[in-house]
């Protein structure tokens, strides 16, 4: 009786580690820009300037209808928002190898950052 309780034990971890592994979402990325001449990108709540290579949530916070949020670096020109738009967006990227820029269209000389991606 132990040893099938014992098996199923392990059963169920594997099981577990299994499923958990098919659904973890990709790594999130936070953008906020606004709502004073302030742009930033965070991970888990710190200044990013490398990230690895790979597909991230990007999570933008646009607090300013006069501000946008455009990431730009290999494989990828997205403006996340637009000038207008005031509120959150949620975009999945992919990120190779490379040097990505995020910034404000309207401000690019002086709202913009780099992350370099390896």
């Known amino acids: 009786m132990t040893r099938i309780f014992v ?5 169920l971890v594997v099981a577990v580690m ?3 592994g098919a659904t973890a979402a990709s790594p999130a990325l936070t953008g906020t820009v606004g709502p004073g001449f302030t742009i930033t990108l965070t991970k ?3 200044k990013v300037t490398r990230l690895n ?3 991230y949530q990007l999570v933008v916070r646009d607090r300013s209808t006069m501000h ?3 990431l730009e ?5 997205r403006d996340v928002t637009t000038v207008p738009f005031k ?3 949620t975009v999945s990227v992919k990120l190779r190898a490379g040097k ?9 000389s002086s709202m913009f950052g780099f992350v370099k991606v390896t």
């Open 53 to 55: 290579a790979g597909r």
């Open 44 to 46: 888990g709540g710190k």
């Open 73 to 77: 670096g290999p494989g990828v020109e």
């Open 100 to 108: 990505y820029k995020f910034y404000c269209r309207p401000h690019e």
């Open 18 to 20: 299994l499923a958990g």
């Open 87 to 89: 509120g959150t967006k």
């Open 7 to 11: 098996l199923w034990a392990i059963g």
């Open 68 to 70: 946008n949020f455009v």
